[in-house]
C-alpha cells in the first residue's frame, strides 16, 4: 500500500506531523528523514500544512505540526457513471461526484435511497422505523450511525425522505376520536388516568364533572415536566390538532410545581388546571386527617397564582395544605366514586369551541 492509500485509509482531512511519522514508519526523533519525506509529498500536492498548526521548533528541519491531506479518491468510469445515474437529490451536495469510492463503500445505501426517490410521490410522513424498511427492507438501517453520516455528507435531511423520529416522550393516551379541535385531560396518576380510560371506553362517556373531554393522557409524574417541549412533541407528533390540557394531580407542593413547570415548558400550548377535579379532592378531604406530603425540598414555594380560579375558602384551604406540606393524593377520587353517577354522557361535536 502506498503512502496516497494510506492517506486515504486514515479518515481524516487533516493528519499531525505525529502521524505522518507514523505512516511513513519513521521514528518520532528522526527529523532529518521525516523532513525530507513530508518536504517531497508537499512537492506532490499530496499534503500542505496548516500553518495555524505552528512549527515543531526545530530550526534545522522545520515541520508544520499539521497537514492537510488533498490526495483525492479516483473512481473507475464504471463507478462515475452509476453515480450520475443517482436521483439528482443524492448528487446535490457534489459529495459522491468528488468521492466516487464513497459510494462504492455505500452502493447500497446510495441506490435503495436513490430507488426510493424516483419511485416516491408520496407527501405522507412516517416514522423512521417505517421508512427505514420501506426503502431498505430492513427498520433499522436509518438508525445505523455510518448511514446517518452519509446522509449528512449528502446533506439529504429527515425531511426531504419524510420521516420522523417517533417522540422520546411518547405518552399513554386515550382518545376515541381524533378531533381537530380537542379538550384533553392529563392526570399525574396512574391510577385515575386508567379508571377514566375504562370509563370512556366501556361506557362511552364523554365528559368530567360537566367539563367535556375528548381523551385522557397519563403523564406520569415528573415525565410531562422533565423535558422542554414534551407536550409540544407530542401535539406535533398527533398532526398538530389545536388542543387544550387540562392538567389534574395530587394536590401538594410537588403536584402543583409539576404543573407549573408543564406549563413552563410548553408555552405555546394552552394547559390550566382541571379546577373541577380538584374541588372534588377538597370536598372529599375537608373532613378527614391529611398525610405528610412525602416531598419536603420546595419549602417556601408559594402557588397563589395557580389559585384565582378557586373560591377564597378554597384557596385558603390550598395555602395550608401547601404551608404544611400535606398530600391529598389523586386517588382519592377512586373508580367507585367515578361511577356513581360523577360523569355526565355529553358529546362533544366536532365543532365545539373551547
Not at 2 to 27: A, F, M, P, Q, V
Not at 57 to 82: A, T
Request: with cysteine.
Amino acid at each position: 500500500m502506498n503512502i496516497k492509500e494510506k492517506l486515504l485509509g486514515y479518515g481524516k482531512k487533516t493528519i499531525t506531523l505525529d502521524d505522518i511519522k507514523n505512516i511513513l514508519k519513521i521514528s518520532l526523533m528522526d527529523e532529518q528523514r521525516a523532513y525530507e519525506q513530508i518536504s517531497e509529498m508537499i512537492m506532490e500536492e499530496i499534503i500542505e500544512p496548516v500553518r495555524s498548526s505552528g512549527k515543531n521548533g526545530n530550526i534545522r528541519y522545520p515541520l508544520y505540526k499539521k497537514y492537510r491531506i488533498l490526495v483525492k479518491e479516483e473512481g473507475d468510469q464504471e463507478i462515475i457513471d452509476e453515480i450520475k445515474r443517482l436521483h439528482p437529490l443524492l448528487l446535490r451536495s457534489g459529495y459522491l461526484s468528488a468521492n466516487p469510492m464513497e459510494f462504492h463503500r455505500n452502493r447500497d445505501v446510495a441506490e435503495g435511497l436513490s430507488a426510493y426517490l424516483f419511485r416516491d410521490n408520496d407527501e405522507t410522513f412516517v416514522s423512521r422505523k417505517e421508512r427505514s424498511f420501506e426503502i431498505f427492507g430492513h427498520e433499522k438501517t436509518l438508525d445505523d450511525g455510518q448511514v446517518k453520516a452519509f446522509l449528512r455528507k449528502l446533506q439529504i435531511a429527515e425531511s426531504e425522505l419524510r420521516f420522523y423520529d417517533t417522540p422520546e416522550y411518547c405518552f399513554h393516551d386515550y382518545i376515541p376520536v381524533r378531533r381537530d379541535h380537542m379538550v384533553l385531560l392529563i392526570c399525574e396518576n396512574k391510577d385515575i388516568w386508567f379508571n377514566i380510560r375504562r370509563r370512556m371506553f366501556e361506557d362511552e362517556i364523554r365528559s368530567l364533572f360537566d367539563i367535556a373531554i375528548d381523551g385522557v393522557v397519563y403523564g406520569e409524574g415528573n415525565k410531562v415536566s422533565d423535558r422542554t417541549g414534551a407536550l409540544e412533541e407530542y401535539v406535533k407528533f398527533m398532526g398538530n390538532p389545536d388542543v387544550k390540557f387540562l392538567y389534574w394531580g395530587d394536590i401538594d407542593r410537588e403536584g402543583f410545581d409539576i404543573f407549573r413547570r408543564t406549563k413552563d415548558a410548553n408555552e405555546r400550548l394552552d394547559i390550566s388546571l382541571f379546577v373541577p377535579g380538584y374541588r372534588k379532592m377538597i370536598e372529599r378531604a375537608r373532613n378527614i386527617e391529611l398525610e405528610d406530603s412525602p416531598s419536603s425540598k420546595k419549602q417556601g414555594m408559594r402557588f397563589d397564582d395557580l389559585l384565582k380560579d378557586f373560591s377564597p375558602s378554597e384557596q385558603e384551604f390550598l395555602i395550608d395544605i401547601f404551608e404544611n406540606n400535606k398530600l391529598i393524593p389523586q386517588e382519592i377520587i377512586s373508580y367507585k366514586y367515578l361511577r356513581d353517577g360523577i360523569f355526565n354522557d355529553v358529546e362533544v361535536k366536532p365543532d365545539a369551541s373551547f
